[in-house]
T-cell receptor, first 109, second 114 residues
Framework: KNEVEQSPQNLTAQEGEFITINCSYS?????LHWLQQHPGGGIVSLFM???GKKKHGRLIATINIQEKHSSLHITASHPRDSAVYIC???????????FGTGTRLQVFP | GAGVSQSPSNKVTEKGKDVELRCDPI?????LYWYRQSLGQGLEFLIY????????KSGLPSDRFSAERTGGSVSTLTIQRTQQEDSAVYLC????????????FGPGTRLTVL
């Protein structure tokens, strides 16, 4: 079993829909990242969380430390949101990232 | 530059050759990480530097892989006697030391071993 599990693996949505991507982890962590990777592009950090909730524009990330679970929400989705979204946890005394397998999101107009 | 840079952006090599991949972290970032993303696979950790020392090399897949960092800045990842399974995107990230500091990623080097 992977230490970081994401669901769903693939997600298709119509423009304007509310989207949720889930992440569960089984190790002790100091923080959790949500990353975005566009095709052929680099990786951008969307959020880094250690507790509670963060919001940036149409994106909201939450984390429940007790349940070892985080969610990424996208409100009013847009085709430009199409990308792979990756959950990663910082673990151990070197703070290296352990990655989920990613969720491929496609938003159609 | 303001961000993490990596070179080359693409590298095609023949099986058995050695390759060097370079990472220039953000100035002042003492922590540097190398990750790998193989085709169809997720990202995996390779090695971590704090300053010039590498306290965690646990992700290096074999002794053909090595890395060094000089002057607390530039890092080089070397793969000797490349194999086809080494084909992947190699990503570098840097940050200030500490668990609550965001890691900033470079654009990656796409390595293809023929």
């Amino acid at each position: 079993k992977n230490e970081v599990e994401q669901s769903p693996q693939n997600l298709t949505a119509q423009e304007g829909e509310f989207i949720t991507i889930n992440c569960s982890y089984s190790v002790g962590i100091s923080a959790l990242h949500w990353l975005q990777q566009h095709p052929g592009g680099g990786i951008v950090s969307l959020f880094m969380l250690s507790s509670g909730k963060k919001k940036h524009g149409r994106l909201i990330a939450t984390i429940n430390i007790q349940e070892k679970h985080s969610s990424l929400h996208i409100t009013a989705s847009h085709p430009r949101d199409s990308a792979v979204y990756i959950c990663a946890v910082r673990s151990g005394n070197t703070d290296k990232l352990i990655f989920g397998t990613g969720t491929r999101l496609q938003v159609f107009p | 530059g303001a961000g993490v840079s990596q070179s080359p952006s693409n590298k095609v090599t023949e099986k058995g050759k050695d390759v060097e991949l370079r990472c220039d972290p953000i100035s002042g970032h003492t922590a540097l990480y190398w990750y790998r993303q193989s085709l169809g696979q997720g990202l995996e950790f390779l090695i971590y530097f704090q300053g010039n020392s590498a306290p965690d090399k646990s992700g290096l897949p074999s002794d053909r892989f090595s890395a060094e960092r000089t002057g607390g800045s530039v890092s080089t990842l070397t793969i000797q006697r490349t194999q086809q399974e080494d084909s992947a995107v190699y990503l570098c990230a840097s940050c200030l030391r500490g668990p609550y500091n965001e890691q900033f990623f470079g654009p990656g080097t796409r390595l293809t071993v023929l």
